[in-house]
């Protein structure tokens, strides 16, 4: 089992076998039978520290040459149009997705808006799903300065 990021982002299952591998490690690796790559994280594809993970459109790109079924699992979508620049790469790259679930309406409808829509599923993440629940928080808050 990998440890650390990697194993967060994303990881491949080999066929047959119990173990995960991170294709950074051994991209020889991508030659062997796999049944898909699976991108995990509501927050892949968020431009949050300015940056996008380009190792995944790099491992999308990979499995596509080699017909590995690249699938992103629970993502949560901001608005591409923060860099423009890289909006056609992004939607290539979410329409050659065989899959795409997304936890929220809201992404659904973002990627409908451009025409992702024949390979996205809603899921429900019980975060989305949850009514709140009034608490008081005060008990918690510390009683003297510091």
Known sequence: MIQGQGRKRFALRKRNEGHW????LRPSLLDHPYRAALAVGGDLYTFSLNTLHWDLIGLQQ??????????????TLESFEKRPDLLPLLLEHLHACKLITVRDRKSREYLASHGVTDNVVEVFDPAFCMAPIECNIEPYFPTQPG
Do not use: E, L
């Open 21 to 24: 591998i991170h294709p950074r």
């Open 62 to 75: 990979m499995c596509a040459q080699r017909k590995i079924p690249f699938v992103i699992w629970g993502a």
